[in-house]
């Protein structure tokens, strides 16, 4: 299907009721934040938009309306890329509330479920589908997609397709054969973080010239919010400063979000906070799915007020009345520290983001930078081990090849990004044993590139370094945040 033959048709199977009398039905607004409406009418034309839109302002209805407008009865779905599994299941049962015939496929479905699914979309059923991209290694689905017609593929998230954005999903770099496969339709990718390399980038992986795509860029200001730096020197002073903003009276009438980047310093924290008196919960990526599930439900409900997290928490997490979002760490990347510190104040009431920066948590992120960032040498040598010593590796696991990989310390987490970027690359048959000790093809020539890997470990420390000239900023940090996001918005706006 060429790509007018496509636009047309998609043209074709939209409804001629207007957007807002849809908005009002289904989600009781009576008009759209501006320039909602401009995508919406952009995008059921046909055309390729990019949304950059600050956390909270309702990116999700630019493709939501679009596939309200779908006419009953039409083969047309609107297909929606989305990275997390936790993300995709909230926004599901949120347009199902609403009486919205929309889905999700991903692991958490069990095998009935999933295969009664397909079944379903091949039928006809939905307007609305969620799944993660890495859903298009298996061929059962690209068969069931194949009986449907993709009105308009949605990338949300979409500084996960840049190599150069702060959370790259290697299977977002298979976009544009995606999209060829998809029979090129219309395309929608929206985020809150990308920085005008980032979305060259990201026109380049949809394959679509940057001259077919229009930018619709908001800018990254949330005037509600307060953006405070607190440089302290030690933990003692940290944890007087989060008690003195608990009891501050302009805040206390909502939720609280404290982000740690270490599991080990959260739970010291958490001892201390304890011992002061002060009730909270913690979240974080090495606690049981069912318990991160009930903390997370408290959250919402306002149960708990506040919560000690890592960035394990807070994709997903919608709640209006987070009044503090607190960083007790430094985080990584600007990238990171604007979409945390955009949970709060969704109401549109003022809320405070607090970084309390010591300079020694920059040691802590040039440590994670390390790992997440092996040399062509380590993916080297975990490949022949993998090859080599297969039976080893399978009856001994992770810990044994860690012994015989590490020269330093057998706490350097170096293997586990190998093996994770070996499964995303389709090298290795999964990330976790015994999947993760097959390898099912030859590794791409990035794993033996020290020149790209040398060079995505070179753009880490400069996002790094950027939160160091955020800190340092003594005049307007906001104006700081909107020269580093925009750069030139010229893109094609």
Sequence with gaps: MNKSKHLHSHQRQTESRAPESVLRQFFGFESFRKPQAEIIRHVCDGKHAMVVMPTGMGKSLCYQIPALLLKPGCQGLVLVLSPLIALMQDQVDSLQTRGIDAAFINSSLGREQRVQRYAEIAEGKYRLLYVTPERFRKSEFREVLANREISLLAVDEAHCVSQWGHDFRPDYSRLAEIRQWLHEPTTIALTATATAECRTDIYRQLGIPADEIRLFHEGIDRPNLKLEVREVWDEIEKIDAIESTLNEDNYRSGSVIIYFSLIKTLERFSDALLR???????????????????????????????VLATNAFGMGVDKEDIRIVMHAETPGSIESYYQEIGRAGRDGNPSLCLWLYDQNDLMTQMQFIEWANPDADFYSRVITLLSEHPEECRGFGLDWMNDRLQRVSRHDHRLATAISMLDRQGVIAGSRPPECFEIISEPPEMFRDDEFLADKKRRDQERLYGMVELASEQSDRKAFLNRYFLGSTEDHS
Excluded: C, E, T, W
Excluded at 286 to 299: E, S
């Design 276 to 306: 002061r008196g002060i009730d909270h919960v913690n979240y974080h990526g090495d606690l049981p799915r069912d318990k991160r599930r009930r903390i997370q439900k408290a959250f919402m409900s306002g149960k708990a007020d506040v």
